[in-house]
């Protein structure tokens, strides 16, 4: 007897990860970033580039660009600049509509660093998040 498959919900996907011919191969921390994102429920799609990784919950054109722009109304995404040769990951864009999303966002990055990497914030115009971050991960540097 056959086992009826039944349809995969919402929460059961994974986001779709698309990696660029030029970024390949790709390195193993970028690879476990890419990963943790992924498992996050609500973001749909991972979009590595050479030196770039973002994933968002929406898109946008037809390249399908993950969206992270700053306070976007409904988006829930993130924008890594990924150097591998200093060991740093930048946190270039964030944002998040649902509530404790970007939270999950950056523990799935930090969580996939390993010793001797770090993690960076350049500007900080979020009013308090990044210093929240900062002491639940002291890994993370803001400047």
């Known amino acids: ?16 990860v698309v990696i660029s011919k030029r970024a390949r191969p790709v390195h193993l921390v970028v690879a476990r ?51 591998e040769e200093h060991k740093d990951i930048q946190f270039y864009e964030i944002t998040s509509a649902v509530k404790g999303c970007g939270t999950r966002m950056v523990e799935a990055v930090v969580n996939a660093l390993p010793k001797g990497w770090t993690a960076v914030v350049a500007m900080d115009w979020s009013g308090g998040f990044w210093k929240a971050m900062r002491r639940r991960h002291r890994r993370i540097t803001i400047l």
């Open 33 to 83: 970033i890419a990963e943790n994102l992924a498992g996050i429920e609500i973001l749909r799609i991972v979009k590595v580039t050479p030196g770039f990784l973002s994933a968002s919950s929406e898109t946008c054109g037809t390249r399908r660009c993950p969206v992270t722009k700053p306070g976007h109304p409904t988006a829930v995404g993130v924008s890594l600049i990924l150097d």
């Open 1 to 16: 007897m056959k086992k009826m498959r039944t349809p995969r919900g919402y929460a059961e996907q994974r986001a779709e």
